[in-house]
T-cell receptor, first 115, second 115 residues
Framework: NAGVTQTPKFRILKIGQSMTLQCTQDMNHNYMYWYRQDPGMGLKLIYYSVGAGITDKGEVPNGYNVSRSTTEDFPLRLELAAPSQTSVYFC??????????????FGPGTRLLVL | QKEVEQNSGPLSVPEGAIASLNCTYSDRGSQSFFWYRQYSGKSPELIMSIYSNGDKEDGRFTAQLNKASQYVSLLIRDSQPSDSATYLCAVNMLRNSGGYQKVTFGTGTKLQVIP
């Protein structure tokens, strides 16, 4: 199993450009997540999905969009890049274990620089 | 008050010593608690999970949970330079019965093990 894969690893965008960060998992996990991590900070949840066709906002959704057409894929779209979106983006997935919570498996991350 | 709070550190310990990392949380309804390790420039990986009060041991790692005092800790015995990393505390906060259960991450504690 490859686990959670993300592309690209690094990208530089100009202000106002758009891009899609790709995330794929091969563990048949229901739940998928997008986080951003700013330097010295914790993980902030952007969007999450509990299954194909179902997505919802996290703590910091403004400026981003997601879709979940398949169990495996959960792309994150930036429509109008802004310097405030400079960050490292992590995709994660998990299989829910009811009330005991779930272990999240993280992809390697995408480092995004907006200039 | 932050939902999950950690001292950012750095916490410096000599090689072979015990490293003690602490985390407090605000939601008394929290049910699951996780410790993730994140090496610089890498993605988080789960090292311990704990669900009930008391201690849970796994090799050199021991997680301790006290729900009454709302804190969870991680002890690393015989600390090695390879343990130098940022340790993220994550707490499962039940939000929707039968639905998505939010996991909130702390900002992490940076551990430095000095040879």
């Amino acid at each position: 199993n490859a686990g959670v894969t993300q592309t690209p690893k690094f990208r530089i965008l100009k202000i106002g450009q758009s891009m899609t960060l790709q995330c794929t998992q091969d563990m048949n996990h229901n739940y998928m997540y997008w986080y951003r991590q700013d330097p010295g900070m914790g993980l902030k949840l952007i969007y999450y999905s509990v299954g194909a066709g179902i997505t919802d906002k996290g703590e910091v959704p403004n400026g981003y969009n997601v879709s979940r057409s398949t169990t495996e894929d959960f792309p994150l779209r930036l429509e109008l890049a802004a310097p405030s979106q400079t960050s490292v983006y992590f995709c994660a997935s998990s299989y829910p274990r009811d009330a005991t919570g779930e272990t999240q498996y993280f992809g390697p991350g995408t480092r995004l620089l907006v200039l | 008050q932050k939902e999950v709070e950690q001292n950012s550190g750095p916490l410096s310990v000599p090689e072979g010593a015990i490293a003690s990392l602490n985390c407090t949380y605000s939601d008394r309804g929290s049910q699951s608690f996780f410790w993730y390790r994140q090496y610089s420039g890498k993605s988080p990986e789960l090292i311990m999970s704990i669900y009930s009060n008391g201690d849970k041991e796994d090799g050199r790692f021991t997680a301790q949970l006290n729900k009454a005092s709302q804190y969870v800790s991680l002890l690393i015995r015989d600390s090695q330079p390879s343990d130098s990393a940022t340790y993220l505390c994550a707490v499962n906060m039940l939000r929707n019965s039968g639905g998505y259960q939010k996991v909130t991450f702390g900002t992490g504690t940076k551990l430095q093990v000095i040879p």
